[in-house]
């Protein structure tokens, strides 16, 4: 069973930078997309950012793009989510998913619902 691991959440001033982590324990593979995801309290998780296996094809939900870079590990089985000069309004946990196709899509997901597995999530706590 493929398990995911978030690190790299706490506390942050207002334009500090944090470097979010997800690692997965099993093996991944060339069809799949990994993303993060994060939860307002008392809220959905929504989506924030998305990456292909390769790590050349990325997708960003637009109240983070230009703050935030996701980007893959040489090993494949990394990704990493770059939050420079956070605002107060990220505070959320944050969550690390991966969607596994039998093929290749060239699109990459944006729904929660189409994601396989999901790591247990990192609180992140900006203050102003």
């Known amino acids: 069973q493929l398990q995911l691991v978030e690190s790299g959440g706490g506390l942050v001033q207002a334009g500090d930078s944090l470097r979010l982590s997800c690692a997965a324990s099993g093996r991944t593979f060339s069809n799949d997309t990994m993303g993060w995801f994060r939860q307002f309290p008392g809220k959905k998780r929504e989506f924030v950012a998305a990456?292909?296996?390769?790590?050349?094809?990325?997708f960003y939900a637009d109240s983070v793009k230009g703050r935030v870079t996701i980007s893959r590990g040489n090993a494949k089985n990394t990704i990493f989510l770059q939050m420079n000069s956070p605002r107060p309004e990220d505070t959320a946990v944050y969550f690390c998913?991966?969607?596994?196709?039998?093929?290749?899509?060239?699109?990459?997901?944006?729904?929660?619902?189409?994601?396989?597995?999901w790591g247990r999530g990192t609180q992140v706590t900006v203050s102003s």
């Open positions: 998913a991966l969607k596994r196709d039998d093929v290749y899509v060239y699109a990459l997901s944006i729904s929660e619902g189409d994601y396989d597995y």
């Open positions: 990456i292909g296996w390769s790590g050349r094809s990325t």
